[in-house]
């Protein structure tokens, strides 16, 4: 059964930092590519990184890059998404996805074959 459960949200004060986990469970890293999304009250859910074992590279959209880095134990089948100097824009609903596909884009949602629970990050300023 594939399975995908993210954890470690919360609040903090804006230049903080926090670090989402995402454990992995029904398939391995060489099979899937693993992404990570947010979704604000009132927009959709934006992707912010993407890691592809297939291509061997990891995708940050815009506004992340140099800020959060996504990062993956393969051996414990478990993704992270390290978020550094946080802002109130950031603050949204985390989810961790995976997609078997190879067509499609790694930042759109429904490109994406699974999803984990959200967890909630809020940034206060």
């Known amino acids: 059964e594939v399975q995908l459960q993210a954890c470690g949200g919360g609040l903090v004060q804006s230049g903080r930092s926090l670090r989402l986990s995402c454990a992995v469970s029904g398939f391995t890293f060489d099979d899937i590519a693993i992404g990570w999304f947010r979704q604000a009250p009132g927009k959709e859910r934006e992707g912010i990184s993407c890691y592809s074992s297939s291509e061997g590279v990891t995708y940050y959209e815009d506004s992340v890059k140099g800020r959060f880095t996504m990062s993956s134990d393969n051996a414990k089948n478990m993704v992270y998404l390290q978020m550094n100097s946080l802002k109130p824009e950031d603050t949204a609903i985390y989810y961790c996805?995976?997609?078997?596909?190879?067509?499609?884009?790694?930042?759109?949602?429904?490109?994406?074959?699974?999803w984990g629970q959200g967890t909630l990050v809020t940034v206060s300023s």
């Open positions: 996805g995976a997609r078997v596909r190879t067509s499609g884009s790694w930042y759109a949602a429904h490109d994406y074959d699974y």
